[in-house]
């Protein structure tokens, strides 16, 4: 299994923009879709973004299409997540999470799709 550290979180204002980090270990990453969920408290955790391995498809929940950009460095073992225009009701805890590609798992918007999570990185929007 893949290894993951999220980073980049932190406080900003509505409206503002953040860029989230994720370093994987190891040397299969480009076999592993990428995908980042968050977490708000008293709320299950919720998809909001996905990219293949060659990074040529990309996937995102409707809150944030227009908003969030999915992007991976293969050579550098890192996913990113570029946020713009930020909401207050973006405030959660944000998670990377790895998922070996294979037939049998497509559905990257579910949280059982994933093999590997990171311990999550606290992004807070103040309004």
């Known amino acids: 299994q893949v290894q993951l550290v999220e980073s980049g979180g932190g406080l900003v204002q509505a409206g503002g923009s953040l860029r989230l980090s994720c370093a994987a270990s190891?040397?299969?990453?480009?076999?592993?879709?990428m995908g980042w969920f968050r977490q708000a408290p008293g709320k299950e955790r919720e998809f909001v973004a996905a990219?293949?391995?060659?990074?040529?498809?990309?996937y995102y929940a409707d809150s944030v299409k227009g908003r969030f950009t999915i992007s991976r460095d293969n050579a550098k073992n890192t996913v990113y997540l570029q946020m713009n225009s930020l909401k207050p009701e973006d405030t959660a805890v944000y998670y990377c999470?790895?998922?070996?590609?294979?037939?049998?798992?497509?559905?990257?918007?579910?949280?059982?799709?994933?093999?590997?999570w990171g311990q999550g990185t606290q992004v807070t929007v103040s309004s």
């Open positions: 190891g040397r299969t990453f480009r076999n592993y879709a």
């Open positions: 990219i293949s391995g060659s990074g040529g498809n990309t």
């Open positions: 999470a790895a998922s070996w590609e294979s037939p049998s798992k497509t559905q990257l918007w579910r949280t059982v799709s994933y093999d590997s």
